[in-house]
């Protein structure tokens, strides 16, 4: 015989997802939510006072836009039925409801309760509804752990998603998904569509030290990370389903250096291999084994934040509330200047010889007072 609210709870998991539990101080049980049967959903709450006893229970349900109490009076139990018989028995037991009257104009979206009911028992996602039964979120996808769907029941009105917002779902869902299961049809279609997508940031996620963005999420379309010391390579791919052909490459650092690798980057770029992913096809290019990493050895590190060498030597933080972190060094390779794009682009600001001449900045370095210039343009844009 069941007497904790864990037990309680661990079968309305296991069998009643719909359902929670609530047990109060003086031993009454409260279990409230909606409870689906076949093809017929109830919302209803039950008020055990003498919980696990059945006896004196009450039953609301809610039937059109009201709820109906059941008790003892009217509705017939077995004596020796415990929690689990009375909801296994409960659809049976209780009056058959209604067909309700449906308008030609919502008669094609169905009944939404049914279509969760049919797409809930499924190991290739995971389905969760609140407990207001007016949302539902797919997540858990099978090789696609991070996604995630989120729609208003019973309009499908979009409300959130894990592709990039570039994708435009919303528009794609009124245009083509006229219930759940056509909904959801289409996500996993895009997410097959999007695997190359992903495919090709997987490697460089691992691989690679990611400075920016952080933390990463399955909808950013860019990844920076350090191409040599003071130098860094900035991938976008503006389009998700045509990587190779929207793939923009930046190359951030001192100005001669980035002069010399851009002719290597052209060069590579006239020679790409598209058998690999775009992480091999860059090590290739650079003639590389492999990018600068993170540094995984054991014993105590600084925190990123605590590490005084990686701060700006403007503002002396590492990373900004939007997630940069310094990038932009000194021409002159004797210097030790790193700093934030955008505080670099404030301090030019500051200088009376300071001028901008097609989208490039020209300044004096704020340490070695050595000639400087860069395209903010480029490094605070994505």
């Given at each position: 015989?069941?007497?904790?609210?864990?037990?309680?709870?661990?079968?309305?998991?296991?069998?009643?997802?719909?359902?929670?539990?609530?047990?109060?101080?003086?031993?009454?049980?409260?279990?409230?939510?909606?409870?689906?049967?076949?093809?017929?959903?109830?919302?209803l709450k039950l008020y055990l006072p003498h919980h696990p006893a059945l006896h004196g229970f009450q039953l609301y349900v809610q039937e059109s836009l009201e709820y109906k109490l059941y008790t003892s009076a009217n509705l017939k139990l077995q004596d020796d039925w415990l929690l689990e018989d009375f909801l296994d028995h409960l659809p049976k037991i209780l009056p058959a409801q209604e067909a309700p009257t449906?308008?030609?104009?919502?008669?094609?979206?169905?009944?939404?309760?049914?279509?969760?009911?049919?797409?809930?028992?499924?190991?290739?996602?995971?389905?969760?509804?609140?407990?207001?039964?007016?949302?539902?979120?797919?997540?858990?996808?099978?090789?696609?752990?991070?996604?995630?769907?989120?729609?208003?029941?019973?309009?499908?009105?979009?409300?959130?998603?894990?592709?990039?917002?570039?994708?435009?779902?919303?528009?794609?869902?009124?245009?083509?998904?006229?219930?759940?299961?056509?909904?959801?049809?289409?996500?996993?279609?895009?997410?097959?569509?999007?695997?190359?997508?992903?495919?090709?940031?997987?490697?460089?996620?691992?691989?690679?030290?990611?400075?920016?963005?952080?933390?990463?999420?399955?909808?950013?379309?860019?990844?920076?990370f350090p191409l040599k010391d003071r130098v860094y390579l900035k991938l976008t791919i503006a389009d998700p389903f045509a990587c190779i052909a929207s793939m923009l490459l930046k190359i951030i650092g001192p100005t001669e250096e980035v002069?010399?690798?851009?002719?290597?980057?052209?060069?590579?770029?006239?020679?790409?291999?598209?058998?690999?992913?775009?992480?091999?096809?860059?090590?290739?290019?650079?003639?590389?084994?492999?990018?600068?990493?993170?540094?995984?050895?054991?014993?105590?590190?600084?925190?990123?934040?605590?590490?005084?060498?990686?701060?700006?030597?403007?503002?002396?933080?590492?990373?900004?509330?939007?997630?940069?972190?310094?990038?932009?060094?000194?021409?002159?390779?004797?210097?030790?200047?790193?700093?934030?794009?955008?505080?670099?682009?404030?301090?030019?600001?500051?200088?009376?010889?300071?001028?901008?001449?097609?989208?490039?900045?020209?300044?004096?370095?704020?340490?070695?007072?050595?000639?400087?210039?860069?395209?903010?343009?480029?490094?605070?844009?994505?």
């Amino acid at each position: 015989m069941m007497e904790s609210n864990e037990d309680v709870e661990c079968l309305l998991c296991q069998k009643y997802p719909g359902l929670e539990a609530e047990l109060q101080p003086s031993g009454a049980c409260i279990i409230r939510g909606v409870l689906g049967s076949e093809d017929t959903w109830r919302r209803l709450k039950l008020y055990l006072p003498h919980h696990p006893a059945l006896h004196g229970f009450q039953l609301y349900v809610q039937e059109s836009l009201e709820y109906k109490l059941y008790t003892s009076a009217n509705l017939k139990l077995q004596d020796d039925w415990l929690l689990e018989d009375f909801l296994d028995h409960l659809p049976k037991i209780l009056p058959a409801q209604e067909a309700p009257t449906v308008s030609k104009e919502l008669s094609r979206e169905g009944n939404i309760y049914s279509d969760i009911l049919a797409l809930y028992k499924s190991n290739e996602y995971c389905l969760q509804v609140d407990e207001a039964c007016s949302m539902i979120r797919f997540c858990e996808f099978t090789d696609f752990e991070q996604h995630y769907l989120e729609l208003k029941i019973p309009s499908l009105l979009l409300l959130d998603h894990s592709l990039p917002d570039c994708v435009s779902l919303g528009e794609m869902l009124t245009k083509s998904a006229g219930n759940l299961e056509e909904a959801l049809n289409l996500f996993r279609k895009l997410l097959e569509d999007l695997r190359p997508f992903y495919d090709n940031f997987m490697d460089i996620d691992e691989l690679c030290h990611v400075l920016q963005p952080s933390p990463i999420s399955s909808k950013h379309k860019t990844r920076l990370f350090p191409l040599k010391d003071r130098v860094y390579l900035k991938l976008t791919i503006a389009d998700p389903f045509a990587c190779i052909a929207s793939m923009l490459l930046k190359i951030i650092g001192p100005t001669e250096e980035v002069a010399r690798l851009r002719h290597v980057l052209s060069d590579g770029l006239s020679n790409w291999d598209s058998e690999v992913n775009i992480h091999k096809n860059l090590l290739r290019m650079f003639d590389l084994c492999y990018f600068p990493m993170p540094d995984w050895s054991d014993g105590p590190k600084l925190d990123e934040e605590d590490n005084e060498e990686l701060r700006c030597n403007i503002c002396f933080v590492y990373r900004l509330d939007g997630g940069e972190v310094p990038l932009v060094s000194c021409d002159n390779a004797k210097c030790v200047l790193k700093c934030h794009a955008a505080c670099l682009e404030e301090w030019f600001k500051t200088l009376m010889d300071g001028k901008t001449f097609l989208e490039v900045s020209f300044g004096q370095c704020p340490f070695c007072k050595a000639k400087l210039s860069t395209s903010f343009a480029a490094l605070l844009n994505d």
